[in-house]
């Protein structure tokens, strides 16, 4: 008869063995690769290095190729729930050191159990990628797992947050579950995500290029924008995760935590009053504002390496996040393109459906011209960010910097599209078109004929400028709520975002929206 200690031993030997994963050669294969396990993983993002493990014992059923009788501990993913900055989290974690942390059907249908656990306790989903991808072994039962797993993605998305961290090989079909979800984070050196791989690429187009270039993260984060955050290694991936967390509510029915704050509601900042150049022409570093305006080191970028012409960021004012998105003059003079449109949507979209108060900084001369946008679809892609700032329901705070011409305009949270408050600095430009271009086109037969063309054109733009290239007209239409010192604009945005804590705007039942895609 076994005795309770033989049990409890029987018991310690299971979990010994299973946490070993692949075993010791494997492990250290694992870290030779520059790789963290998946448990070391864990144990760097939660709280104290406590989590729950879920599913330890859980074993796969394929009988097929040799499977019958292998052992896969774990089934090849360690998932389970912890703490992150004191609030719950459910996580899964792959583990490369059995069978390449290939997807089989239990190891999907554990991934699939935390996303529903997640999804039930309203709390934030992160997935650790690290796999061979589907495991050939167990065919369509690995293609099902993967369905439905990108099943649970789609249902979680917009009622918790959800962030992929990818840290080792996330190929094929593998890498549609990290883009359905929120964020990725991704690992440079030892990350690599694509849908076909280098082999591939060349037997079908000929193209050569290595893994890195093509699926690496500087690659994805900067060329596709699949990728929002590169890590430097996988400590690195856990901070960053750590951080994200910490400006989110866990779920759609909750706020951002707030910081403690130190009481600075109306701290005025003398600098900025010289930020902008006098020039128009001239640019300068939007950060320079968004800094200053903003809690003290509070600014946390998305996308970075992305679009840089449109700056995406979480931040903090007086302890409560906001999501802020801003033209950033010092790159293409912060023209909006197809990336940038697409970038600044779906944060808007991210910001809106979970609760967090939008706040855009306009300094936008158009949206960019060129054949090549055209072709690309810059009236598809540019449709995106009216409709996704018409349709947000949360605080919409402007502040005008500078210009804010045309249909740009109007895209940076303009009053029509449902801005709560618009502040105009005293060097804004609001117009629908540049001086120059108005010129042309209104004034093209009295320049033909005028006796000096050039000193006549300048005396015209000069005039259009004084008339239309600030914020007064639209002031005077109330298209601007107020005309603001730079210096006051910390004090604006509080002000703004306390009048507007309880902001109710409802809007007519529907199935949902149809954003062009
Ligand atoms: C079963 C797999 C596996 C897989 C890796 N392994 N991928 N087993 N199914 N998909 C196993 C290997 O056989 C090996 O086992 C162990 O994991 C470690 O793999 P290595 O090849 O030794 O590691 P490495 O050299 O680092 O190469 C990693 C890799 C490579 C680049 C990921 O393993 C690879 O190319 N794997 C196959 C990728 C693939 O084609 N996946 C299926 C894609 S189809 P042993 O015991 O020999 O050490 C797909 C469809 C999904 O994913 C569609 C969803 C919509």
Redesign the pocket.
């Known amino acids: 008869m076994q005795t309770v200690n033989d049990k409890l031993k029987l018991l310690r030997e299971k979990t010994q063995h299973v946490l070993l994963g692949g075993g010791k050669d494997r492990l250290e294969a694992q870290h030779k690769a520059g790789k963290m396990t998946a448990h070391e993983r864990l144990h760097l993002m939660f709280d104290n290095g406590f989590y729950d493990e879920l599913y330890r014992f859980a074993e796969h059923r394929a009988t097929l190729f040799g499977l019958q009788d292998k052992d896969i501990p774990a089934d090849g993913v360690v998932t389970g729930l912890g703490a992150i900055g004191g609030r719950l989290v459910y996580a899964s974690s792959q583990d490369f050191t059995v ?2 942390g ?1 997807v089989g059907d239990m190891h999907a249908w554990k991934i699939c159990e935390m996303m529903d656990m997640a999804l039930k306790a309203g709390a934030p989903y992160v997935s650790i990628n690290d796999s ?6 167990e065919g369509v039962d690995s ?1 099902k797992g ?1 369905g439905r797993i990108f099943y649970y993605n789609t249902l979680l998305s917009g009622v918790v947050p959800q962030i992929a961290v990818v840290a080792g ?1 996330c ?4 890498a ?1 579950s990290p883009a359905l979800m929120d964020f990725i984070v991704m690992v440079q050196g030892t990350g690599q995500l694509f849908i076909a791989g280098p082999e591939v690429i060349k037997q079908a187009t000929g193209e050569v290029i290595s893994a890195e270039e093509l699926g690496g993260a500087h690659a994805q984060a900067s060329q596709s924008g699949n990728v929002h955050f590169i890590a430097r290694d996988d400590a690195d991936a856990m901070e960053i995760v750590q951080k994200l967390l910490s400006y989110l509510p866990s779920n759609n029915m909750e706020e951002s935590p707030s910081m403690p704050t130190d009481g600075l509601l109306m701290i005025e900042d003398e600098s900025l009053n010289k930020v902008v150049p006098d020039d128009s022409r001239d640019s300068y570093d939007m950060f320079e504002i968004l800094n200053r305006v903003f809690d003290k080191d509070s600014i946390f970028e998305v996308h970075a390496h992305y679009a840089k012409n449109m700056i995406t960021c979480f931040a903090r004012m007086n302890g409560q996040v906001v999501g802020v998105f801003a033209n950033q003059p010092c790159e293409m003079f912060g023209a909006i393109d197809i990336d940038a449109s697409d970038k600044a949507a779906r944060f808007i979209r991210f910001c809106n459906a979970f609760n967090i108060p939008i706040i855009a900084f306009v300094d936008v001369p158009g949206y960019l011209p060129g054949v090549e946008q055209e072709f690309g679809g810059i009236i598809r892609h540019g449709a995106k960010m009216l409709f996704s700032l018409s349709a947000a329901t949360v605080p919409k705070i402007t502040i005008v910097v500078r210009k804010a011409y045309g249909g740009a305009y109007l895209a940076m949270s303009a009053k029509s599209l449902g801005a709560d408050r618009v502040a105009a600095w005293p060097t804004a430009e609001i117009a629908v078109m540049g001086a120059e271009g108005a010129v042309s086109v209104l004034y093209r037969s009295e320049l033909k004929t005028a006796e000096d063309p050039k000193a006549k054109r300048k005396e015209l733009i000069e005039d259009y400028k004084a008339k239309f290239s600030t914020p007064y007209q639209a002031a005077a239409r109330g298209m601007v709520d107020a005309v603001i010192e730079p210096k006051n604009t910390r004090s604006y945005i509080s002000v703004a975002l306390e009048s507007l804590r309880n902001k109710r705007d409802l809007r007519p039942q529907k199935k949902h929206g149809l954003i062009p895609l």
């Open positions: 069978m390449g290939s061979g991808g589907a495991r050939i072994q293609l993967y090989p190929a094929g079909g593998a549609y």
